[in-house]
């Protein structure tokens, strides 16, 4: 007789019940509880009792016991080929090699930033100074510029001029605002003033300077009037992170309420996947649901919600959000384990920059136990088509240009080859899978 209560393992309930014809499920079942002749599921936030005669408790109970002397027979020989299993060394190549090219090559932007988010996140597993190092060269570059200097302020350029191009720079662009990520964590292991100086100057526009909308979204730029997927990964995790840093919730619930109001207008309902762009002041909706983008979401919700507490009063509504993108984005998943660039077309590429941040922000929300742990398979796919298919010789390749709303079809000829962000976001994503070591 099975004792109880017992956490049962949910891939063996699944296989078990799914095979007996009782019931389907998918990965919104994540804790199942034996109740002596029932099972309970919980689906999301909601208990499901699953009657079972005293019969299929001894055969479930047969068929666990199977299962565990199973695994346990090759386990020596996995824990052997685990690290190549999990593409470290691949990993640590692209860490190497981008480390070659010298810092003062890269400008302060957001691709930049994304990429050497990245590389710090491959410092904290490896302990390599030579990447913080690294990093710190490029910083100095930019440590005693002006607020106005480095935030454009006096920009007169638009992301789009009449031939729907870029036009310069443009004034409070949220772009210049992740680089701060980087600033932080180079504080937080260094210790010095002048980086804290510039986490301090950008976080301060974002609270007191940057346009918002009616409701406080924060714009992308100064004179947009548009929410865009994007901002949400140059804003929210800085604020957030400063926020817990400085004990000001303030800084926190401004993130948290970030994601919420632009959920309200650019998560699809149905897919729960992201539109790229939405206009407060005309109504009009970009309503591409695009690969990169919900990339940026997924990142910045891990990266936001790992500062915030569990019962912080905003925290289930952005876990919500996330458990309705993570469905999306496994419905979305191609048969080969990646994810194109536009998420709902098929027939448009596979993008590995999209394909890298899904990864990072499925692994690190199941981490948190914000997603239940299923997602971790889909993620752990996704890792190693992208080694298969996109990293060779320390390079990341498959990484689509610069992206701004546009019409669809712009988005399928957009070209690819590498980026600064399909870097960091591939070293990001490493990150996470060398946790599973």
Request: charged residues 20%; negative net charge.
């Amino acid at each position: 007789m099975i004792k109880r209560p017992r956490i049962i393992g949910m891939a063996i309930f699944e296989n078990f019940m799914t095979s007996a014809g009782c019931v389907s499920l998918d990965d919104r079942f994540d804790i199942v509880v034996d109740r002596g002749s029932a099972l309970s599921v919980r689906q999301d936030q909601h208990l499901i009792s699953l009657k079972m005669t005293a019969s299929m408790v001894r055969q479930f109970a047969a068929f666990s016991l199977s299962i565990v002397i199973l695994a346990a027979v090759p386990i020596a020989a996995t824990a052997a080929s685990r690290q190549a299993s999990l593409n470290r060394e691949k990993w640590i190549a692209v860490a190497d090699h981008l480390i070659q090219t010298p810092p003062e090559d890269y400008p302060y932007d957001w691709g930049e930033a994304t990429l050497f988010i990245g590389l710090l996140k491959a410092y904290e597993r490896t302990h390599n100074v030579t990447y913080i190092d690294y990093v710190e060269k490029w910083a100095a570059l930019y440590t005693t510029k002006s607020r106005e200097e480095l935030l454009e302020l006096d920009a007169s350029g638009s992301h789009r001029d009449e031939s729907g191009e870029g036009a310069g720079p443009i004034p409070g662009d949220c772009n210049r605002w992740v680089p701060g990520v980087v600033m932080l964590s180079l504080f937080q292991q260094r210790n010095r003033q002048d980086y804290w100086r510039m986490v301090q100057m950008i976080t301060d526009f974002i609270r007191e300077g940057a346009e918002r909308s009616p409701e406080g979204g924060l714009d992308h730029w100064t004179g947009s009037h548009e929410y865009w997927v994007d901002t949400l990964y140059m804003a929210c995790p800085l604020l957030a992170r400063f926020g817990k840093m400085e004990n000001k919730p303030v800084y926190v619930d401004d993130a948290a309420q970030q994601f919420i109001l632009h959920a309200r207008h650019l998560q699809d309902e149905k897919t729960g996947l992201f539109n790229h762009m939405w206009d407060w002041q005309t109504g009009q909706l970009t309503p591409v649901l695009w690969g990169r983008g919900n990339g940026w979401v997924i990142m910045a919700l891990a990266d936001t919600m790992e500062m915030m507490d569990r019962n912080h009063a905003s925290f289930p509504a952005l876990q919500q959000i996330a458990l309705h993108l993570a469905r999306g984005l496994r419905v979305a998943q191609d048969r080969d384990g990646l994810w194109h660039t536009v998420l709902n077309d098929p027939t448009s590429y596979t993008e590995c920059s999209a394909s890298s941040m899904y990864v990072y922000g499925l692994l690190k929300l199941v981490r948190l136990r914000v997603l239940p742990p299923p997602y971790k398979k889909i993620a752990l796919r996704g890792w190693a088509a992208i080694n298969a298919h996109y990293v060779k010789d320390g390079v990341v390749t498959g990484v689509s240009g610069s992206t701004d709303p546009h019409p669809v079809d712009v988005y399928t000829k957009i070209e690819v080859g590498t980026q600064t962000w399909g870097t960091g976001a591939y070293l990001s994503a490493g990150s996470e899978v060398d946790r599973l070591r």
